[in-house]
């Protein structure tokens, strides 16, 4: 075989190696890439299911300081009736 075209594959055996280094670069960078993209993936749906706990736990927070304003009224109610019951009984 003659020196050119030993030299021609050889430089192109090189090209080929250099181009699976790359590819195997490009894919190892994809790989770390979807990972990345799964992780935070993962943190959102995290975050919106602690966002949802949030909102229910606010929900019911609401709720009870409702039912305490109502108990509390009830209870002025109450207090007013039997200070009025009070001041009727000594007059």
Known sequence: MKLWAKIIIGVQSLCIVFMLIY????ASEAT??????EQQTQIA????QEAEM????????????????ILATEAADQARKA????????K
């Open 23 to 26: 590819a195997f670069i490009l």
């Open 32 to 37: 770390r890439q979807s990972t990345i993209a």
């Open 45 to 48: 749906v995290a975050a919106q």
């Open 54 to 69: 949030q909102r229910k736990l606010a929900q019911e927070n609401a709720e009870e300081a409702q039912l305490q304003h």
């Open 83 to 90: 200070l009025e019951d009070c001041q009727s009984k000594n």
